[in-house]
Nanobody, 125 residues
């Protein structure tokens, strides 16, 4: 089993920055990678960012590329999502998730095995 706990979500003004963290515990050796997704009210959960656990490769949704970065603190099994130049449309509950299968598309939420409880990010104009 893997447990994920997100933190860092809060209310921020347009143009501001936030750093979300996802702390993992349990069978962390089984990770292929970790992703961040978000879900706004009335919308489907959408892919935000990806980090391959061993190689460190990353990818981002077009909507956040250039504004968000993802990084890993391997010793602490923590993944951080740095969000800059925040926009009102970034408002959502943000979730981190673990994917164990290397073959599956990392941008598809159904391909993930473990999820955190989510953290609310609200960008106010």
């Amino acid at each position: 089993q893997v447990q994920l706990v997100e933190s860092g979500g809060e209310l921020v003004q347009v143009g501001g920055s936030l750093r979300l963290s996802c702390a993992a515990s349990g069978r962390t050796f089984s990770f292929y990678g970790m992703g961040w997704f978000r879900q706004a009210p009335g919308k489907e959960r959408e892919f935000v960012a990806w980090l391959r656990w061993s190689a460190g490769a990353t990818d981002f949704a077009d909507s956040v590329r250039g504004r968000f970065t993802i990084s890993r603190d391997g010793a602490k099994h923590t993944v951080n999502l740095q969000m800059n130049s925040l926009k009102p449309e970034d408002t959502a509950v943000y979730y981190c998730a673990v994917k164990r299968d290397a073959r599956r598309n990392y941008a598809v939420s159904a391909n993930y095995d473990y999820w955190g409880q989510g953290t609310q990010v609200t960008v106010s104009s």
